[in-house]
Every structure is written in C-alpha cells, then in structure tokens.
C-alpha cells in the first residue's frame, strides 16, 4: 500500500469516527459551537526496492563503440534515503581479452545519470 493510500484510509476511519461521536452527542450535554478532538497517528518508515529490477546488466562486447544501457528500479520510500551507486572496476572493463600490448583500450570510463521519479517530479 502506499503511502497516499495509507493516508486515505487514515481519513476515511477518522471521517467515519468523527461522524460516529457528533452523531452520538447526547443533548444532555448541551449545544456546543465546536468541538475539539486531538488526534495522533504513526506510519511506520520504510524504503525499498519493489517488483522485480534486474540486478545487472551487460555492456556490448565492443567498448569502442557508444552505447547506452538503461533499466528502472522501482522505489517505494515513505522516509528521506540516498542514492549510490559503486563500480567494481572503475570502468568498462573487457574481461573476455588480455591486454595484449596492442594499444587497444580494455577499459573504458563511462558516464553515469540517474532520475528518480517521486511525487514532486523528476529529480
């Protein structure tokens, strides 16, 4: 459930609560202009990963060639958290070859983006 879900349902007992004791008001008490309930709630945190994400992905053979590799990971975060992201090698690496002294490159540096989608937009 998220946590807007959460919320309406949270309303939704509180509306039916609210209306419960106004309507249950005994006239002995009297007529009151207002009245004033106080009302504490807790929503447990919490921040994973949900569905299924892959867990990684592999680059083309051909590292002197652009390419571009993208997934989604879904998130469901009602608490702040960070984001990081670590790379085994420190960059593309071709670990089928040898470096064979032949000039070619083996390892290639790569440039990273990331957007996370919450409900205040795209950051």
């Given at each position: 459930?998220?946590?807007?879900?959460?919320?309406?349902?949270?309303?939704?007992?509180?509306?039916?609560?609210?209306?419960?004791?106004?309507?249950?008001?005994?006239?002995?008490?009297?007529?009151a202009d207002a009245i004033?309930?106080?009302?504490?709630?807790?929503?447990?945190?919490?921040?994973?990963?949900?569905?299924?994400?892959?867990?990684?992905?592999?680059?083309?053979?051909?590292?002197?060639?652009?390419?571009?590799?993208?997934?989604?990971?879904?998130?469901?975060?009602?608490?702040?958290?960070?984001?990081?992201?670590?790379?085994?090698?420190?960059?593309?690496?071709?670990?089928?070859?040898?470096?064979?002294?032949?000039?070619?490159?083996?390892?290639?540096?790569?440039?990273?983006?990331?957007?996370?989608?919450?409900?205040?937009?795209?950051?």
């Open positions: 459930m998220t946590c807007a879900r959460a919320l309406n349902a949270i309303k939704a007992v509180l509306r039916l609560t609210f209306a419960s004791l106004i309507l249950s008001a005994s006239p002995a008490f009297g007529q004033t309930i106080d009302v504490n709630a807790d929503i447990a945190p919490r921040c994973g990963f949900i569905g299924a994400s892959p867990l990684s992905a592999t680059a083309p053979r051909d590292l002197e060639s652009a390419a571009q590799l993208s997934f989604r990971l879904k998130l469901d975060c009602n608490t702040p958290f960070s984001f990081g992201v670590t790379a085994a090698n420190g960059a593309l690496l071709n670990q089928d070859a040898l470096n064979d002294g032949s000039g070619f490159a083996f390892a290639k540096t790569y440039y990273l983006s990331v957007g996370i989608d919450t409900d205040r937009g795209v950051i």
